[in-house]
């Protein structure tokens, strides 16, 4: 039987990652948060002391780093010249330049591939902004979930993080290439006004009405 992927996007502190995670441990499969290898190249380009705005920059340093992409406790784990950066990944640093980074071509090609790689691996739960519209485009599994932002400010504040949450969805929205969308085929779930179970059930009868 083939590997599948469930796709599931959708903006910044919509709840998406926990229903992924949710999903993923419901269903035995492979979590994988792509939002953290957009974080892993922003992280390197710190640590390389290369501008943000620097694209070529950016774009010479992704031949000089060595990256890995794989899977510890069925969830995925990068390593930047065999360097886990862990709890960094989500520092103000991190958050402020990640989506200049992630609006990139080449950053998203590499990763995309790295992405897809992922698959060889066994079936999974993939979330980020792309995934149902660019990475796996032919899978019949595509959530979007969403929130106000109203509600996705609260969210983030509440889990004592400062983010610049407004800012990235403008920019991630926004880009060129690959910008976050409702993917062709995807499920929209409003979570809003909605408990993390009920939104995990909404998901799990959507994917069953997928077969
Ligand atoms: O999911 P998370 O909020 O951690 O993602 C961090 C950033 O990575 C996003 O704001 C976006 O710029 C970028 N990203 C992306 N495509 C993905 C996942 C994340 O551009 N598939």
Redesign the pocket.
């Known amino acids: 039987k083939p590997h599948f992927a469930i796709a599931i ?1 959708g903006p ?2 919509s709840g ?2 926990t229903v992924a995670r949710r999903l993923a441990e419901k269903l035995g499969l492979i979590m994988i ?7 892993a190249i ?1 992280w390197a380009s710190i640590q390389h002391g290369i501008d943000a705005s620097d694209t070529e920059g950016v774009i010479a340093m992704l031949d000089r780093i060595d990256l890995r992409c794989g899977v510890r406790d069925r969830g995925s784990i990068i390593l930047v010249d065999g360097v886990d950066a862990g709890d960094a ?2 520092e103000d640093a991190v ?1 402020s330049r ?2 200049a ?3 990139i071509p080449e950053v ?1 090609r590499l ?1 995309v591939e790295k ?1 897809r790689d992922y698959l060889e691996l066994g079936s999974l739960v993939m ?5 149902g519209s660019v ?1 796996f485009p032919d899978t019949p599994y595509k959530l979007y979930v969403d929130a106000s932002e109203e509600v996705r400010l609260a969210r983030r504040s509440a889990e004592g993080l400062a983010d610049v949450v407004s800012q ?2 403008k ?2 929205s926004s ?1 060129k290439t ?1 910008p ?1 969308v409702v993917a062709e085929g995807a499920t929209v779930i409003d979570s809003s006004e909605m408990t993390i179970e009920e939104v995990v059930d909404e998901a799990m009868s959507i994917l069953k009405s997928k077969g």
């Open positions: 996007d910044a502190a998406k990652s948060n792509t939002g953290a290898m957009y974080r922003a990944l989500r958050n990640v989506s980074i992630a609006a998203r990763l992405q979330e980020g902004r792309d995934i990475v990235r969805d920019e991630d880009r690959s976050l």
